[in-house]
């Protein structure tokens, strides 16, 4: 319930309504001041600031930030930046109306009634002129710059795996935090994993940060363009999987239950796989039904079973990466514990870098590292350290290499039932016979046996 607002005040407050946004079209989650500091640079809003404390802007003031306004418009709606590219004809009109207004608060100077200030609207107006002109220009750089992704990337995957299309770059402007700042120039949605050491390359080439990107669940705003220039690699289509694969991991005795994915497929799809089997995927986040296993791996997610076995980092077996450099880097957890990662004294890590042709070796490293400094004592999850002692991709947030593929461990819930009683004469079926209903017993069946828990009165397969 809110304080009763005196009548008196409010009739004030309709009286004189106060703008807190001046710049038109200015919705988005940004000020004027930003806006003013990103076109014009913050000299600028020093002297627009302290003008406008004077109150005597009035009409020109006003063009000004019409200006502005049409300037950032385009610029934050990238369905008009095409419809300009498209149309050059149009462009020029609408660059010529904004040096038009630009020249009517030329037309209204008046030096000879105070030079200081007219100084200053002077230095607006040319501070305007430049940003005008950088807008017209950027088109052209646009245009030679999307030419030039074709002509690079377009070598390496799909044509229309190349997407300038305002959709497609609506759509990676932000994540789950909603912060908007740039959008990507283009993004990319390779068909698969061997594409990506060679588009990786090629970005890099032209200039282009990289944002690797699965699911957009992120919290901590990792998969949002911060400049222009950027590319989103999105990992949608590299979306195959194994069932769950019994395999002797490297310094193990025995199998394990392992599950082969590459990067962008759906963290469900994993815990459904191991629990056809059987098995249980310990990574299971909230966002599980939308989240990819790359960002689980680049973010190190873990959810409400990281308290038996911990969260991705705990989880991985090995996975394969392209580095910065176009390398390929696959990394293969040695002596795997099945468990906290931080419970073993030492944690082992082998690291192949191959050239981006998958095959030639480049060196091989071994990362050794103590695993209590994994995560502070006493948490189940910590992501602060973002380090990791050089470990590579783990919570890196897409910094350090884009992870194309992994093998997971999957494991056993541990059952609070009694233990079962091998019988080799029962045989499955659904209810258990009534002669067992106060016991545990078993029976084989093609690749297992089936159980029969007094408790729920049915026959489980236990393998
Ligand atoms: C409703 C909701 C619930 C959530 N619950 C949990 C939870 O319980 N536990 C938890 O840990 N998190 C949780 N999260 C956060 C988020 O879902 C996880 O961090 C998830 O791992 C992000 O995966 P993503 O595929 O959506 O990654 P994205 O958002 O696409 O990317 C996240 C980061 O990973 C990087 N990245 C993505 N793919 C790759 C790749 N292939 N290679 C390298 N870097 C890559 C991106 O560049 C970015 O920095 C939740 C989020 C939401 C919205």
């Known amino acids: 319930m809110n304080v009763p607002i005196a009548l008196a005040a409010l009739q004030k407050q309709a009286a004189e309504p106060a703008r807190l946004r001046?710049?038109?079209?200015n919705y988005p989650s940004f000020s004027d001041r930003e806006i003013v500091i990103r076109l014009l640079g913050s000299a600028s809003w020093d002297v627009l600031d302290q003008l406008r404390k004077e109150r005597r802007t009035g009409r020109s003031a006003r063009m000004l930030y019409e200006v502005l306004g049409d300037i950032w418009v385009v610029q934050r709606n990238p369905y008009l930046q095409d419809d300009l590219l498209d149309n050059p004809a149009r462009r020029k009109l609408l660059v010529e109306a904004l040096h038009h207004r630009l020249a009517e608060i030329e037309k209204r100077r008046t030096p000879a009634d105070d030079a200081g200030r007219d100084r200053l609207v002077?230095?607006?107006?040319?501070?305007?002129r430049r940003a005008v002109t950088e807008f017209d220009a950027k088109f052209e750089q646009a245009t030679q710059l999307?030419?030039?992704?074709?002509?690079?990337?377009?070598?390496?995957?799909?044509?229309?795996?190349?997407?300038?299309?305002?959709?497609?770059?609506?759509?990676h402007v932000t994540d789950a935090t909603d912060w908007r700042v740039?959008?990507?120039?283009?993004?990319?949605?390779?068909?698969?994993?061997v594409e990506m050491a060679g588009l990786v390359k090629g970005c890099i080439e032209l200039g282009l940060t990289i944002i690797p990107r699965g699911g957009g669940t992120g919290y901590t705003g990792g998969a949002i363009p911060l400049t222009w220039k950027s590319v989103v690699i999105n990992t949608e289509k590299l979306e195959a999987m194994t069932e769950v694969e019994m395999r002797r991991l490297p310094g193990m005795d025995s199998e394990v239950g392992t599950v082969w994915t590459e990067a962008g497929v759906v963290t469900q799809r994993v815990a459904d796989a191991a629990e056809r089997a059987g098995f249980v995927f310990a990574v299971d986040p909230t966002s599980a039904e939308a989240s990819c296993i790359g960002g689980n791996i680049a973010m190190n997610a873990g959810g409400k079973k990281a308290v038996l076995w911990g969260t991705a980092l705990d989880n991985l077996a090995s996975w394969r990466m392209v580095t910065p450099d176009a390398q390929w880097l696959e990394v293969t957890r040695l002596d795997h514990n099945m468990g906290k990662i931080h419970d073993v004294e030492t944690a082992t890590f082998e690291l192949q870098y191959f050239e981006a042709d998958?095959?030639?070796?480049?060196?091989?490293?071994?990362?050794?590292?103590?695993?209590?400094?994994?995560?502070?004592?006493?948490?189940g999850k910590d992501v602060t350290?973002?380090?990791?002692s050089g470990l590579p991709g783990i919570q890196k947030e897409g910094c350090d290499g884009l992870i194309?593929?992994?093998?997971?461990?999957?494991h056993r819930m541990p059952s609070t039932r009694a233990p079962c009683a091998w019988s080799s004469s029962a045989t499955p079926r659904t209810r258990c016979p009534a002669s067992s209903r106060s016991r545990t017993t078993c029976s084989p069946s093609k690749n297992a046996r089936a159980c029969c828990w007094p408790a729920s009165n049915t026959w489980t397969t236990v393998t």
């Open 146 to 171: 999307r030419r030039q992704i074709q002509r690079t990337l377009g070598r390496l995957t799909a044509k229309d795996n190349i997407k300038f299309d305002g959709l497609s770059r609506v759509s």
């Open 182 to 193: 740039e959008y990507p120039f283009v993004v990319l949605t390779p068909d698969t994993e």
């Open 385 to 388: 350290d973002k380090f990791l």
């Open 358 to 379: 998958g095959k030639t070796p480049v060196r091989t490293e071994t990362l050794a590292i103590p695993g209590k400094t994994f995560r502070k004592e006493g948490l």
């Open 22 to 25: 001046e710049i038109p079209y």
């Open 122 to 128: 002077g230095e607006l107006v040319v501070a305007a």
């Open 404 to 410: 194309t593929s992994a093998r997971w461990v999957v």
